[in-house]
């Protein structure tokens, strides 16, 4: 049942592509309009949204983060992330122009249950991104968008996360359509970009030998740190916490603007440090800070290791290792950064000797508060 892979994780990872494939299938008509009939939330309501919270826990909550920047930037809608058990135990100002996302792929996980039954008691509107046909959370919620990942077997989410991305990207174009925010050409623009995501998932997974062969040589590390900016920052996040999950390894993901506000004082010679740059054929100042944040960390003797984009020539003279990824728009990217990551994270883990499948400590589904 693991396909010939060595564990479910490393399977789960190369089911990737088909992941974001299903999820995106049969969302649009022939005109390229997108349908999403499955939502049960009336558009009127849907279009007089003024804020959107997003709900979730680890992984998932990592995929609302990457999820605020399309949607704010195709919506013009305010969009909060917040951990489920956060926002439950304080006063959150919800109302009924409200719409609460939550996203989990078990659809099980009990603070984010809790999370929704409270904000749905403040009357606000709630919509479920999940991977679970007929879990708790899509049942108790007024809307439902699936992910069509499969089941995931493996405690640390890969694929899950990659199709939770793909459907919010779907929520927040269906949102512009409505609220005539982009118009149709740049909808289907968009759409069209996504559509070629899973042959470039496809084009990492190829080359992942390069991946595995870092990763085993860095089995004994014992920190390492991961920045970005933009969406990779939650990508960054998203790398360090695969690795303290399966590898044990102590892990941290910085928002790369923050490294002068204070962690910039944990390098010291041979640290590693995963850079997630930004393409640079995107907003030209994003690219080039994240360039320099580089230089920062390589002149106080970090090990640079890069995930940047074919093409980009101003990282190599910075970095020890460099993958390339295809490119792809600035907001798709995370869809691409992630990926390298986990497979990093999986490959090191195994060369530890660990159980990737079942790390110690952890339950797939967290049905307690
Ligand atoms: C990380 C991981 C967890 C889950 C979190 C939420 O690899 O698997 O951080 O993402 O427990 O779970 P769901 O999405 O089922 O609500």
């Not at 195709?74 to 919800?94: A, G, Q, T």
């Not at 470039?200 to 920045?227: N, P, T, W, Y």
């Not at 393409?279 to 970090?302: C, F, M, T, W, Y």
Request: proline fraction near 5%; charge should be negative; charged fraction near 25%.
């Amino acid at each position: 049942e693991k396909g010939g892979f060595p564990s479910f994780m490393e399977k789960e990872i190369f089911d990737q592509p088909a992941a974001v494939a299903d999820t995106l299938l049969g969302r649009a008509d022939a005109e390229g309009r997108l349908t999403l009939d499955e939502l049960r939330i009336e558009p009127e309501k849907l279009a007089k949204i003024t804020k959107i919270v997003v709900l979730a826990c680890g992984t998932s909550a990592y995929a609302g983060s990457v999820a605020k920047y399309a949607i704010e930037s195709w919506c013009r809608i305010p969009v909060e992330v917040e951990l489920s058990h956060e926002f439950r135990y304080r006063e959150p100002i919800v109302d009924k122009n409200t719409l609460i996302v939550s996203i989990s792929q078990s659809g099980e996980t009990m603070d984010t249950l809790m999370a929704v039954r409270y904000a749905k008691e403040q009357g606000a509107k709630t919509l479920s991104i999940c991977n679970t046909n007929g879990s708790t959370i899509p049942r108790e919620s007024d809307a439902v968008l699936y992910t069509h990942a499969g089941p995931e077997i493996a405690v640390a989410s890969t694929k899950a996360f990659l199709a939770q991305i793909t459907a919010t990207y779907l929520l927040g174009l269906y949102l512009a359509q409505l609220r005539g925010n982009l118009f149709s050409g740049q909808i289907k623009d968009i759409l069209a970009d996504l559509a070629k995501i899973p042959a470039k998932i496809q084009d990492i997974l190829d080359r992942s030998g390069e991946i595995k062969d870092l990763a085993r040589s860095m089995a004994e590390s014992k920190s390492v740190l991961f920045l970005g900016r933009h969406v990779g920052y939650p990508v960054a996040m998203e790398g360090a916490l695969k690795l303290k999950e399966i590898a044990y390894i102590h892990a941290e993901g910085f928002a790369a603007g923050e490294l002068k506000h204070g962690p910039i004082a944990l390098i010291e010679e041979g640290q590693p440090v995963f850079v997630v740059v930004p393409s640079p054929r995107g907003r030209d100042s994003l690219h080039s800070k994240v360039v320099s944040n580089i230089q920062e960390v390589r002149a106080r003797g970090a090990k640079t290791l890069v995930i940047a984009e074919n093409g980009d020539s101003a990282v190599k003279d910075y970095s020890e290792w460099v993958f390339y990824v295809p490119e792809t728009p600035t907001l798709l990217m995370p869809l691409l950064a992630t990926v390298p990551l986990q497979i990093f994270a999986c490959e090191l883990a195994t060369a530890k000797g660990y159980d990737v499948d079942q790390p110690r400590n952890l339950a797939k589904s967290v049905t307690v508060e």
